[in-house]
């Protein structure tokens, strides 16, 4: 029981890690672009994919 939860909590981080590359990827393909975002547009999209991983 404690090994399944080890490995969940290793495949959470790693989901949270692989979603943090991608934002920053993203981010900065964004710059490269030319375009700008406030924090506020940030925050909410990152808001709204935590609420589509559920």
């Given at each position: 029981?404690?090994?399944?939860?080890?490995?969940?909590?290793?495949?959470?981080?790693?989901?949270?890690?692989?979603?943090?590359?991608?934002?920053?990827?993203?981010?900065?393909?964004?710059?490269?672009?030319?375009?700008?975002?406030?924090?506020?547009?940030?925050?909410?999209?990152?808001?709204?994919?935590?609420k589509e991983?559920?």
């Open positions: 029981m404690l090994a399944i939860k080890a490995q969940l909590a290793k495949e959470t981080s790693d989901i949270a890690k692989l979603e943090l590359y991608r934002l920053i990827g993203e981010g900065y393909k964004a710059m490269q672009d030319g375009r700008t975002s406030t924090i506020e547009e940030v925050r909410e999209k990152v808001e709204q994919r935590r991983r559920g």
